[in-house]
């Protein structure tokens, strides 16, 4: 297989993928299953074995990735339904106070997208960035600029949210690093797509909360119905510290630097993504739910409520494992590492390029990092990259696929309409500050390549 016959190959699986689902219209799911086929067809594997591919594909990666979705989803349901998003908002606003209260909504942010979804996130919190604005009489951009940027770094960089998820599995690598490169790296590119991009745009559009949404949104806070700022941050920490716990307990024994026995045994296990989101969400259960009087069958709707967004984001990422599946088993994979070989491009800046052509293309991050990812991964498999480096490649992707968020993109139109924006102030604020996010993450992702 020729180099140029290769390109031909990725280049118009791409292609097919976005005509099928910018110009039918068909969903992101059978379009991905039908590019995979496209492959194995083109490539000249025997029919047999592309079924074979399929079913391969989907399995591998839905055994992963369907548990840690599933159980990240109704955890984060949890932490929603008990209004632990309000209750760190109004914790931070009060510690930091109005005049850095854009700094609360970033922190605020940052943290509350680690178990919740992205949308959901900011539909909860959208009123105190209307009384933020309304008190201070700023526009909304200066607090509502540092949420958004808050909660996209967090929602693209940092596991046990779905995208950064489903590329870990495809690349085939421990979330611990993902979760630790995503923070080293998402943080500061949140400040500066945040903070500091919310102070300078916000003086260039001012807005106010728009009255009609302003109504239906506001809410009369009991400070004594709400759950503490400790028992919320707890609840968030108890999966990261022991998957992290997990990650580096596998490398001192790997490096040799401690003896295996049943303690690091027990270490492994509980900081398995699988036993740590059980353990945080029967916590979550437990402390935000039962003990604080929510009725029984009303948790159980709740966890049956969080699973149906999730099933979406679980059959589009088995269908990126069966495209990363059909590379491989077709052999692209391995030439195209080959050829990558004597590219000028490395790895992480490639897997950039493909998630950003796809985002900016058709809209959908997970989409985005999907793809990417399944066809970043055999490549990956023929340059043995050790767990750290493929972790920053994760983020890449993840950073590709925050690029240039506009009129096809539900999140472009969601904002816009909380924040009472017409199309021009939505791209000037908005779909700078994703764009933003892109680039420094890209940028600091190489520069913490360069210490592994």
């Known amino acids: 297989m020729t180099t140029p016959f290769l390109l031909f190959i990725v280049f118009s699986a791409v292609a097919l993928l976005l005509f099928l689902v910018l110009k039918f219209k068909i969903s992101a799911f059978i379009s991905l299953l039908i590019t995979a086929i496209y492959v194995g067809i083109i490539s000249g594997m025997p029919l047999k074995d592309i079924s074979t591919s399929i079913q391969e594909g989907m399995a591998g990666t839905l055994g992963f990735v369907a548990t840690v979705v599933g159980l990240g989803a109704i955890f984060g349901q949890m932490l929603e339904s008990s209004g632990g998003a309000e209750a760190l908002a109004h914790y931070l606003v009060k510690k930091f106070g109005t005049d850095r209260a854009s700094w609360a909504m970033v922190i605020t942010g940052f943290i509350v997208a680690i178990p919740v979804f992205f949308d959901v996130g900011f539909i909860i919190l959208v009123p105190i960035i209307y009384a933020l604005s309304r008190d201070t009489k700023k526009s909304l951009l200066y607090y509502g600029i540092p949420l958004l940027a808050g909660l996209a770094a967090t929602h693209s960089f940092i596991p046990p949210t779905p995208g950064p998820v489903a590329v870990a599995d495809i690349i085939n690598v421990q979330l611990g690093w993902v979760i630790l490169f995503g923070a080293i790296i998402g943080f500061p590119t949140a400040v500066i797509a945040g903070p500091v991009w919310g102070k300078y745009i916000s003086g260039k559009i001012y807005l106010t909360p728009p009255p009609e949404l302003e ?58 993504p699988f036993t740590a989101l059980i353990i945080a969400t029967l916590a979550a259960i437990y402390f935000l739910c039962i003990r604080r009087g929510m009725d029984r069958q009303k948790i159980l709707d709740l966890s049956t409520k969080a699973l149906g967004p999730a099933g979406i984001i679980i059959l589009i990422t088995g269908a990126g494992g069966v495209l990363k599946q059909m590379l491989v088993d077709s052999g692209i994979g391995k030439i195209m590492a080959e050829s990558m070989a004597n590219s000028a491009l490395p790895p992480i800046v490639l897997a950039w390029l493909l998630a950003a052509v796809v985002r900016v293309t058709q809209g959908s991050s997970t989409v985005a990092m999907i793809t990417a990812a399944g066809i970043i991964a055999p490549v990956l498999e023929e340059f043995a990259l050790n767990d750290p480096h493929r972790a920053l490649v994760v983020i890449a992707i993840a950073s590709g696929a925050t690029l240039l968020s506009h009129v096809n993109d539900s999140g472009f139109w969601l904002v816009g309409k909380y924040f009472g924006m017409n199309e021009k102030q939505t791209l000037r604020s908005w779909t700078v500050m994703e764009s933003i996010i892109a680039v420094c993450g890209l940028v600091f992702t190489l520069l913490l390549s360069l210490f592994f």
């Open 215 to 272: 109504a239906n949104n506001e809410k009369s806070y009991d400070p004594n119905a709400l759950p503490s700022f400790r028992l919320i941050a707890a609840m968030i920490a108890i999966p990261l510290l022991l998957i992290l716990v997990n990650t580096f307990t596998g490398l001192a024994v790997q490096k040799e630097i401690i003896a295996p026995s049943v303690w690091t045994d027990l270490l492994e296990f509980l900081g398995h």
